[in-house]
């Protein structure tokens, strides 16, 4: 990371220019399970937001003494840890949004974007410039599922927070808030943001963004997602 | 049996995993590219799942002896990732051919939710162990199902003439979209 950056950077990078979700592609599990309503996909957001924020806080204070070879699981249980807490607040106080999040906030836990900031950034840096690069993240992560949330409401069921919208709610179109919409809206947000954002569609998911980044430690030759056959065969023949 | 029998025929068609509850797209998405690679990342994931679930299944049980079910995350996480390492271990000793075939695929499963969201799910829906069993193995088919499939559609969208704007990663969800339309033909059958 750029020492000299300003702090401001750190915060705002994550929101648009590198938007975990739409540009770096990670987190698809829930950016497609959660957005059938837009106060849904604003409640996994925020969850997501408290629980990277978090995170990485501590995973920056611990940085130091988190043995490397072990550091993946001490990075799991410190984020598992932040998702039971935050279900347990979830359940006591809003528990019409934890009911209809269901599994998906236990899912929190393996959600690539928290796990690849940890490993990447929080790891890495200093305390204050981790927790603003997890609020940035977690907030670009909550915008994205926001317009996905309110795209398919607003299509599938003609209303967008539960208010019903005229002239669409009478006949809405309910592909959008099947599985199969979810897929189409996402591809057409990321294509979207892609054109206006960049002037180039986003590459395919490479060793830069790719989820397991973290786990193959970016070894060329264990690398499945990107060149599988020549990831197999490289390692077939080394051993 | 009946039941049994059931409960995979559900897994597979009616609710798959990856078309209809978005678990394990980001596997879905990198790996699905071929077929071969296709075929074992599904097998790994079939073997993990199976074997995670008749790990976390017992785990749970004791987590409930003690009134700490709470822990169930934390529980479940550390008990696949651990697993994930041992059957690396275990395989390369004593199954090098086995290990040969799934071995680059082991480390990417860890972070996996379809993984984590079985074992989950079998513990929500209440199964018993043999219906836990069944629905691990029903799931992991059921991802393997979808990446064969999309793993032909990648191919033909590979020699395609696709706008610009659209051109990788958008175009792969839109096959997708498609490819999850198929399945919703199964979503009304009732067993």
Do not use: H
Not at chain 1, 144 to 169: C, N, T
Not at chain 1, 172 to 191: R, S, W
Request: overall charge positive.
């Amino acid at each position: 990371m750029n020492e000299n950056k300003p702090l401001s950077a750190e915060f705002t990078k994550g929101l648009l220019k590198e938007n975990p979700v739409l540009v770096m592609l990670l987190g698809m599990c829930p950016t497609l399970a959660v957005t059938t309503m837009a106060s849904n996909a604003i409640g996994m957001g925020l969850a997501t937001t408290f629980v990277l924020v978090c995170s990485n806080f501590v995973i920056s204070l611990l940085k130091g003494i988190i043995p490397k070879a072990v550091r993946l699981p001490c990075f799991i249980v410190i984020i598992a840890g932040f998702v039971t807490l935050i279900s347990f607040i979830m359940q006591r106080f809003l528990p019409g949004l934890y009911e209809s999040l269901g599994v998906f906030l236990t899912l929190i836990t393996v959600n690539c974007i928290i796990l690849g900031r940890a490993e990447a950034f929080a790891s890495k840096n200093k305390v204050l410039p981790s927790v603003l690069d997890g609020l940035g993240m977690g907030l670009g992560f909550t915008l994205a599922l926001f317009v996905m949330g309110s795209l398919r409401e607003i299509f599938g069921a003609g209303s967008w927070f539960g208010i019903k919208l005229p002239g669409l709610s009478n006949e809405p179109m309910l592909i959008f808030i099947m599985p199969a919409g979810g897929f189409f809206v996402l591809g057409c947000v990321i294509a979207a943001v892609g054109k206006i954002a960049r002037k180039k569609p986003p590459k395919e998911i490479s060793c830069e963004n790719c989820p397991s980044a973290a786990v193959c430690g970016r070894d060329k030759s264990k690398c499945t997602a990107d060149a599988p056959a020549k990831g197999a065969a490289e390692s077939e023949a080394s051993k | 049996m009946k039941e049994i029998i059931i409960i995979i025929v559900t897994a597979v068609f009616v609710n798959n995993v990856v078309l209809s509850q978005f678990m394990g797209i980001c596997a879905f998405l990198g790996v699905s590219k071929q077929l071969k690679s296709s075929v074992g990342m599904g097998g790994a994931v079939i073997f993990v799942m199976v074997c995670a679930t008749a790990c976390t299944y017992p785990v749970y049980m004791l987590l409930e002896k003690f009134e700490i079910t709470y822990l169930r995350t934390v529980a479940f996480i550390l008990v696949i990732a651990m697993f994930v390492q041992l059957i690396e271990i275990v395989m390369k000793k004593t199954m090098p051919p086995l290990y040969k075939a799934l071995g680059v695929y082991l480390p990417l499963i860890t972070t996996n939710c379809a993984v984590l969201g079985v074992t989950v799910a079998n513990i929500d829906e209440g199964y018993s162990f043999g219906q836990s069993i069944a629905n691990a193995f029903g799931t992991g088919a059921a991802f393997t199902l979808a990446l064969v499939l999309f793993s032909g559609v990648r191919a033909r969208i590979a020699d395609s003439d696709i706008p610009e704007t659209f051109k990788g990663v958008p175009a792969t969800l839109i096959a997708a979209a498609i490819v999850s339309l198929s399945f919703m033909g199964f979503a009304g059958m009732a067993l």
